[in-house]
């Protein structure tokens, strides 16, 4: 298989390609999380292989400038970037979204989502951001390309792909708060988060959790939620443990259990 050569080191990204190509030979590109929409992590292009992989250069070295200042444990970068329509979308532990030139390695923009840093989250890491293009309006138009994260605190963001502003028909100014109706405990620690970039299916945005479910067992719900892919309003909820007798696998459970169990991570 053939696979674009992508390599991220803590908080540096190092991008080497031939130098005798370009960017605009990359075949289909790597524009979801994973690759494809399958994250098979396999790209067509073959600018790269075994004939001409020793003479490979270091184009260029961006760095983030994430280095977990102020935090209790600090981030670990484990972020797989996405191309889409010319620009390098990259985020870090925190949340930040940053776009680079895929050409140049210079940044075109950054949004911070202004994480707690004094706040210590079971989870250091971000792995990525999600893209959608909204064919219904003009691509000169506000966030006819969005760009989705979720973070370490809990948050649901959409941003504009060309700016990096908040798309502020989304949600509350751009962003929907996930730990309400989780049944959230109190802690002095973030346990309820979301690590993985979002799924997009048709206009659907689709997210699930990482919770910290190694404290306890009448912890934070594990639903897995689809919201509009526009405005945010939430479309469905489901939740993998039965906890009414309408849903089909209620009998295999123990009432009691099923009431009080949380967690079940997606």
């Not at 070295?61 to 996405?82: A, D, K």
């Not at 999600?130 to 309006?137: A, K, L």
Request: hydrophobic share 35%.
């Amino acid at each position: 298989m053939k696979r674009l050569a992508l390599t991220a080191l803590s908080s540096v990204l190092a991008v080497v390609i031939p130098s005798c190509h370009s960017f605009a030979e990359v075949g289909d590109g790597w524009n979801h999380y994973g690759g494809s929409e399958k994250g098979l992590q396999y790209s067509s292009a073959d600018q790269i292989n075994l004939s001409n992989v020793n003479n490979l250069k270091e184009a260029w070295r961006f760095r983030t400038g994430e280095l977990g200042e102020g935090t209790q444990r600090g981030y670990s970068f484990q972020n797989n970037p996405i191309l889409v329509r010319g620009t390098l979308y990259i985020s870090t532990g925190s949340g930040i979204i940053i776009a680079v030139d895929p050409k140049t390695g210079t940044e075109k923009w950054r949004y911070d989502p202004k994480f707690d840093r004094s706040k210590r989250a079971s989870e250091s890491a971000n792995r990525g951001v999600s893209s959608w293009i909204d064919t219904t309006r003009q691509e000169a138009e506000a966030c006819f390309h969005r760009i989705y994260i979720g973070t370490l605190d809990g948050r649901l963001i959409a941003v504009d792909g060309g700016s990096g502003k908040p798309c502020s028909d989304f949600g509350t100014k751009g962003e929907i708060d996930l730990t309400r109706d989780v049944r959230l405990t109190e802690s002095e620690s973030i346990e309820y988060l979301v690590t993985s970039p979002p799924v997009i299916v048709d206009e659907t945005v689709i997210t699930g959790s990482a919770i910290g479910d190694n404290r306890g067992v009448e912890l934070e719900l594990g639903i897995v939620r689809g919201f509009d892919v526009r405005t945010g309003a939430l479309r469905w909820s489901f939740d993998p443990i039965p906890r009414s007798q309408d849903n089909p696998m209620y009998p295999s459970w123990n009432p009691e259990e099923a009431a009080k169990s949380g967690a079940a991570n997606a």
